[in-house]
């Protein structure tokens, strides 16, 4: 199985920060990886799809970026709503999909 | 509007068995790959199974193979997993959601305890 590292596993910070959460793949993966927001209670909700692609309806402040084993979730000004648990995806090996341990965001 | 709804989880001994339900509106079951996801309890994401749309072809995690089976009624536009031979280890919310590569949408998800 293609094992997926995120880091770090929780962040602090306060609204109108810059955040990026790094996820790692353990081989390369091309493009096919994916990123979640999960509020407490509530189930995943894509945000980012084939590594940069802005799924429909999420705020353009959400953005991806990267290839083969590195990639990263960049939020260019964390706001209230933002706050949240953030999970990788990769959807390269459909045999077994797999996910990162989450990056927990918390208001600092 | 797009809904996956979840039923049928509960609280069942070890051993014990359990058939989840996805119902689907606003969007048909049949046409998409169809998965189950769970979390257990404070931890992270696991995808479960998937069952593909163009026939009948099932996957499955190594942590459930040979006792879990995934199926689709296209029919009444809903998705199944029938859960034998629970284990403590099962304990989660269990999700529906569609997608191969990538997940959404997602339903709100349904808690199966596996406790004596």
């Known amino acids: 199985d293609i094992q997926m590292t995120q880091s770090p596993s929780a962040l602090s910070a306060s609204v109108g920060d810059r955040v990026t959460i790094t996820c790692r793949a353990s081989?390369?993966?091309?493009?096919?990886l994916n990123w979640y927001q999960q509020k407490v209670g509530q189930a995943p909700k894509l945000l980012i799809f084939?590594?940069?692609g802005l799924q429909r309806g999420v705020p353009s402040r959400f953005s991806g970026s990267g290839s083969g084993t590195d990639f990263t979730l960049t939020i260019s000004s964390l706001q209230p709503e933002d706050f949240a648990t953030y999970y990788c995806q990769q959807g390269y090996s459909t045999l077994s999909l797999t996910f990162g341990g989450g990056t927990k965001v918390e208001i600092k | 509007q797009v809904q996956l709804v979840e039923s049928g989880g509960g609280l069942v001994k070890p051993g014990g068995s359990l058939r989840l339900s996805c119902a689907a509106s606003g969007f048909t079951v049949s046409a998409y790959y169809m998965n189950w996801i769970r979390q257990a309890p404070g931890k992270g994401l696991e995808w479960v199974s998937y069952i593909r749309n163009s026939d009948t072809t099932v996957n499955y995690a190594d942590s459930v193979k040979g006792r879990f089976t995934i199926s689709r009624d296209n029919a009444k536009n809903s998705l199944y997993l029938q859960m034998d031979s629970l284990r403590a280890e099962d304990t989660a919310v269990y999700y529906c959601?569609?997608?191969?590569?990538?997940?959404?949408?997602w339903g709100q998800g349904t808690l199966v305890t596996v406790s004596s």
């Open positions: 959601a569609a997608g191969l590569r990538h997940f959404d949408p």
């Open positions: 081989q390369s993966i091309s493009s096919y």
């Open positions: 084939a590594a940069s």
